[in-house]
Nanobody, 115 residues
Framework: QVQVVESGGGSVQAGGSLELSCAASGSIFSINAMGWYRQAPGNQRERVAIITIGGSTNYADSVKGRFTISRDNAKNTVYLQMNSLKPEDTAVYYC?????????WGQGTQVTVSS
């Protein structure tokens, strides 16, 4: 079994910054990728950013240039630095990891950006 635990999040004014972190633990033999998704009220869950074991990254167009994803492979941890936050970034952010072909999710952390 794999556990995924997020930390960070909170409330910030528009233009501010927040950092999320997420650690995976448990029966981890091979993490293929880690990343972040988000879901705002009334919307579907959407991909924000992912990073592969090799370090390749992919970002949603809406966050390019503002968010940066990074990872520490030794700690099985992924980070999301969020700058220039906008009210439309308000959502529950979920950590995701792909381990041996199986998907695992964290419980989510709230990010609220006020105008």
């Amino acid at each position: 079994q794999v556990q995924v635990v997020e930390s960070g999040g909170g409330s910030v004014q528009a233009g501010g910054s927040l950092e999320l972190s997420c650690a995976a633990s448990g029966s981890i033999f091979s993490i293929n990728a880690m990343g972040w998704y988000r879901q705002a009220p009334g919307n579907q869950r959407e991909r924000v950013a992912i990073i592969t074991i090799g370090g390749s990254t992919n970002y949603a167009d809406s966050v390019k240039g503002r968010f940066t994803i990074s990872r520490d492979n030794a700690k099985n941890t992924v980070y999301l630095q969020m700058n220039s936050l906008k009210p439309e970034d308000t959502a529950v952010y979920y950590c995701w990891t792909l381990v041996a072909g199986r998907h695992y999710w964290g419980q989510g952390t709230q990010v609220t950006v006020s105008s």
